[in-house]
């Protein structure tokens, strides 16, 4: 029996999408701190999902719902649409879940991420920033995999055009670098070098790949130094076992 219409799901690919997810914490100027807002309240925040490289998440990804401390009012907030984002005031840092509802044409089930909320610096210089009421940036890279997509889904993640969002570009425009790949279809490769706003390319992956080959070199060589102690310690205490017995036999 054929599967419904809109259900049937291509076999063997898996396509992923990578997006950034974080914060921005900012302290409040307690001259300048508007007189409704409580003064217990320390910080203004921003909490956010978007596209590596503020390139666009909309075709795939629907709402995004933000749970925030209970003490909030209303403290599950759904973005419909971009920016998927939710500004506040606080004084605590807590943990936030995000929670990523994809199109309706994906027929795929929401999937959660965790994020730490941070609103003070750390670090040796973190009294240096907190002089200088540096913001708090916190984010994370992460990727969200599509396995075997129905086709509607496949269809639209692999489109040959893509919509820049409101106010990054002129209407209808096409997305350059990240986000179209030399055919004019989407692709989730990174930018070849990051920029001021995302730390995230080919050349930061490339470095941590050596980083990563370096430290398995040194873990390599710490395991052959910890074989080579140990058969001297077994030869040690064989010796010391081949003479035990000798005196056992002589007494």
Same mark, same amino acid.
């Given at each position: ?70 003490? +909030? &009012?209303? %403290? ?8 998927? =984002?939710?500004? @506040? ?102 930018? +070849? &070098?990051? %920029? ?8 930061? =992956?490339?470095? @941590? ?43």
């Amino acid at each position: 029996m054929p599967a419904p219409a809109g259900t049937k799901r291509v076999k063997g690919v898996s396509i992923f999408r990578p997006f950034v997810f974080g914060s921005i914490a900012r302290p409040i100027d307690p001259n300048k701190k508007p007189p409704d807002l409580p003064s217990e309240h320390t910080h203004q925040w921003t909490v956010w999902v978007k596209g590596v490289d503020d390139e666009d998440v909309s075709y795939w990804l629907k709402k995004v719902q933000f749970k925030l401390h209970e003490t +909030y &009012a209303n %403290s599950l907030r759904t973005v419909e649409g971009p920016p998927f =984002e939710v500004t @506040e005031t606080g004084w605590g840092e807590f943990e936030i879940q995000i929670k990523l509802y994809f199109v309706p044409e994906s027929n795929e089930k929401p999937q959660t991420v965790w994020h730490a909320l941070k609103l003070h610096p750390y670090g040796p210089d973190a009294e240096q920033q907190r002089e200088r009421r540096e913001p708090i940036i916190s984010q994370n890279y992460e990727e969200v995999i599509f396995n075997e997509p129905v086709e509607q889904f496949y269809d639209i993640l692999t489109g040959a055009t893509i919509q820049t969002p409101k106010g990054k570009g002129s209407k209808g425009s096409k997305q350059s670098a990240y986000g179209k790949g030399s055919d004019g279809g989407r692709t989730a490769e990174l930018p +070849y &070098a990051e %920029s001021p706003g995302n730390p995230y390319s080919q050349k930061t =992956e490339g470095k @941590e790949l050596d980083r990563m080959g370096e430290a398995i070199k040194t873990v390599e060589q710490m395991v052959k130094e910890e074989r080579v102690k140990l058969a001297e310690r077994e030869s040690k205490l064989q010796s010391l076992r081949s003479t035990e017995g000798g005196l056992v036999k002589k007494k």
